[in-house]
């Protein structure tokens, strides 16, 4: 995780923000082994060649794990800039008063730790500041204990510049690596909250447009077959207040009569929005089904006909061509008066998928404004699927949609 991120601004599990913060956190293990296996090195080092010091050398370096391990591991672990500050001041100081108390430079076994853990804990900026202080200092104590001569200030300047170079080179370098991953990270969850939101658009979208098209056909059949329903009984109530049997009579079977068809068409809504029922049989058989449906409730003559080798579609496509037939049928049970239908599906090779519903009812102008929404959105299914939907007709010719899915 990246040192400027606010410490209060923890990434959400399950993004990949959260995966990269759960990856440096399982690395800080390393981290906090690798720097004890440094101040052990150090004070072995320090033992060994018993120096003048020695005693004093490893207080100081007692201290510097001891700030490690009350306020180091905060710092780098849970990014808390308060305690990450107060370590690194006492570990770099500590480590500065280490190199003036130890002639041999032992202490400087500590900044391959430090160095990273600079990086690790501030921000760039800062970093890099605390980074030229430190190599300074301990330059300016290197050159307090050295020999007064011109070849040495020269050496320890070189050595000096050499290794502020260096670790300004690959902390810099590998800061900008953790920000590129935290910035490819928020990419990344960026898109995919977007590509949620866009799904939950899409489905929102869905269900209206749905809700639109069964407020339409509610409205165009059972609404209106219900109206009709109430003004049969109230006729056939002041036929009976006349005593007007024969008139009650007809009346009654005239109710019968819409009730049935209000039941017809309600079957028909319902058949409509389930096509479920492709799961369990083919295309062509969900098609006969339909047209034998229609043809028994209606009275008129239906068939259907499938020329060509029949071949899987992708769900969408099969559902379009359904979808298509179901309305197309609708409209002639509803306005062609027609005397007979025809449902053809065509698969010819290399060629797409076609289904054609085609009947002798009276027609109509396909270009009208109000041509009804069904046709409108048979339209739109296939502009969904990269398919094409055409409607032949005219008053007085019978009227055939067209309609084509790609393979």
């Not at 320890?156 to 800061?175: C, D, E, M, N």
């Not at 068809?261 to 929005?273: F, K, P, Y």
Request: charged residues 20%; proline residues 4%.
């Amino acid at each position: 995780m990246s040192a400027d991120q606010p410490s209060d601004c923890r990434p959400e599990p399950g993004t990949s923000s959260g995966e990269l913060d759960e990856m440096w956190r399982r690395q800080l293990v390393w981290w906090h082994l690798f720097f004890g296996v440094l101040v052990a090195t150090t004070a072995a080092v320090l033992l060994a060649e018993d120096g003048d010091h020695v005693g004093w050398s490893l207080v100081g370096l007692a201290v510097i794990a001891a700030a490690y391990a009350v306020w180091g591991r905060r710092g780098i672990g849970e990014q808390a800039p308060r305690a990450a500050n107060l370590y690194l001041t006492v570990a770099w100081v500590g480590l500065v008063a280490l190199m003036a108390l130890d002639g041999s430079g032992t202490a400087w076994i500590l900044t391959f730790g430090l160095f990273p853990q600079t990086w690790a804990m501030l921000p760039r900026n800062r970093a890099a500041a605390v980074v030229v202080a430190a190599v300074v200092a301990i330059g300016a104590v290197r050159l307090w204990q050295a020999p007064r001569t011109g070849d040495d200030a020269v050496g320890i300047a070189i050595s000096t510049v050499i290794t502020l170079s260096i670790s300004l080179a690959l902390g810099l370098f590998i800061h900008k690596i953790i920000n590129e991953a935290d910035s490819r990270a928020f990419t990344i969850d960026e898109l995919r909250r977007t590509q949620a939101q866009l799904a939950a658009a899409e489905r929102a979208q869905g269900v209206a447009g749905e809700r639109e098209r069964m407020s339409r056909e509610i409205h165009d059949t059972l609404a209106q077959g219900f109206t009709s329903l109430v003004t049969l009984a109230r006729a056939t109530e002041a036929a009976l207040d006349r005593g007007d049997l024969d008139v009650v009579r007809e009346r009654v079977r005239l109710i019968e009569q819409t009730a049935a068809d209000n039941l017809s068409e309600a079957r028909l809504i319902v058949a409509e929005t389930t096509p479920g029922h492709l799961q369990s049989r083919t295309l062509s058989e969900a098609l006969g089904r339909l047209v034998d449906a229609v043809a028994a409730e209606s009275g008129m003559r239906g068939s259907l006909v499938v020329q060509g080798e029949p071949t899987v579609l992708p769900a969408n496509s099969e559902v379009v061509l359904l979808r298509t037939a179901q309305e197309g049928l609708a409209n002639v049970r509803r306005h062609a008066h027609a005397g007979s239908f025809e449902v053809r599906l065509t698969y010819a090779a290399d060629s797409p998928v076609s289904l054609e519903v085609a009947d002798d009812g009276v027609g109509f102008a396909p270009d009208t404004p109000d041509r009804g929404y069904g046709l409108d959105g048979a339209t739109a299914r296939a502009d969904e699927v990269g398919g094409r939907f055409e409607v032949h007709s005219a008053p007085g010719s019978g009227t055939r949609l067209r309609m084509e899915v790609p393979r």
